[in-house]
């Protein structure tokens, strides 16, 4: 676990709102949406995905704003629903959660335990990226959360 500052990046993104209980099914609509965007524009990935949150807490019925992004090179023209934003450096306290992805609850504690034991202020955005993905439950999954913080 570290406090770090992620370098500034230019993202392609959809938003929406969902909640915790309905990311699951949120995401299956929007991610392959989100890749099959990139491929039609000819965008190129300069990193892995990221769930970039806004207002999510641990109620799992709170809707919150979710933007699904991957960090590109360049801007071209995409369709309808998607969207460029330079997104600035961000400090945060980042933790690296290996498997299955229903266990980020766990891994969610611990950070914020940290984010609270170093006297941190949490902002209001929180990054999940994905650096190793093959699905929902493999062991083999690489999640790093990034909690903002001031």
């Not at 997104?87 to 690296?96: I, S, V």
Request: aromatic share 12%; with cysteine; hydrophobic share 35%.
């Amino acid at each position: 676990m570290e406090t770090k500052v992620v370098s500034a990046k230019t993202f392609l993104y959809n938003e929406g709102t969902t909640t915790l209980r309905k990311i699951t099914d949120y995401s299956k609509t929007y991610v392959d949406a989100l890749l099959k965007e990139m491929e039609k524009a000819g965008l190129k990935a300069e990193g892995p995905m990221e769930f970039i949150y806004f207002g999510a807490c641990s109620d799992p019925d709170k809707e919150f704003t979710l933007q699904i992004a991957v960090p590109v090179e360049e801007e071209k023209p995409v369709g309808e629903g998607y969207k460029f934003k330079k997104a600035e450096p961000f400090k945060c306290m980042a933790y690296e959660h290996k498997g299955d992805i229903a266990d980020l609850h766990d891994a969610y504690e611990k950070t914020f335990e940290a984010v609270f034991a170093q006297q941190l202020q949490p902002n209001n955005e929180v990054r999940e990226v994905y650096k190793v993905y093959e699905n929902l439950t493999s062991p083999d999954n690489l999640t790093e959360i990034q909690i903002g913080v001031n």
